[in-house]
């Protein structure tokens, strides 16, 4: 129950085009929900997140989806540049604790 | 978002040994977080540190192996305690500040 699963695992996308990564869980429990960014070498970076109260955000080319009752959330980049080429992991928190518990992650590659 | 200091960035150490890896934060957090990651993997968490009191280890982490200082609201130490290779990993610290959680860069750790 503590799980958050995260497709696809790896994902190829030619610039300009749409990148969409998603994430599902199952307990209800969690109240924040944030995707990170990580390159080669760096620590992961937090790119944008979201609480159950807002079906969608949008910050810049990045936007989540957040489905409630489906207990599913997706990351969409718009117009994918080659400079978004990253590891992206999902998570989540809550529950009792202030724990965030990742997905497994997604090596996203933009090609020229 | 709170700057995080982690050091060393990198170390290649003899099995059997200990290192002793730090985080030091720029402003005063109550809760902070190591993890894991091995290569190409994602994000485990190992412990969670509170200023004046005790760690407190997920499931699979012992404190005989990863013992945890947190003397101070900007400061915490991990140990990573009798190496084997098995212990090559990254490990990161993580604080939860108004930004959400902020990770440091990550101590690269190689056990030969």
């Known amino acids: 129950q503590q799980q958050v699963k995260q497709s696809p695992q790896s994902l190829i996308v030619q610039k300009g085009g749409i990148s969409i990564i998603n994430c599902a869980y199952e307990n209800t429990a969690f109240d924040y929900f944030p995707w990170y960014q990580q390159f080669p070498g760096k620590g992961p970076a937090l790119l944008i997140a979201?609480?159950?109260?807002?079906s969608e955000k949008k910050e810049g080319r990045f936007t989540i989806s957040f489905n409630k009752s489906a207990k599913q959330f997706s990351l969409h980049i718009m117009d994918s540049q080659p400079g978004d080429s990253a590891t992206y992991f999902c998570?989540?928190?809550?529950?009792?604790?202030?724990?965030?518990?990742f997905g497994t992650g997604t090596l996203l590659a933009v090609q020229p | 978002s709170a700057v995080i200091s982690q050091k060393p960035s990198r170390d290649i150490c003899q099995r059997g040994t200990s290192l002793t890896i730090q985080c030091q934060v720029d402003s005063q957090v109550t809760m902070m977080f190591w993890y894991r990651q091995q290569p190409g993997q994602s994000l485990t968490l190992i412990a969670t540190a509170n200023q004046g009191s005790e760690a407190t280890y997920e499931s699979g982490f012992v404190i005989d192996k990863f013992p945890i200082s947190r003397p101070n609201l900007t400061f915490s130490t991990l140990t990573v305690s009798n190496m084997s290779p098995e212990d090559s990993s990254i490990y990161l610290c993580s604080v939860e500040d108004a930004g959400g959680y902020t990770f440091g860069s990550g101590t690269r750790l190689t056990v030969v």
């Open positions: 998570a989540a928190r809550g529950g009792a604790t202030n724990k965030l518990i």
């Open positions: 979201i609480r159950p109260d807002v």
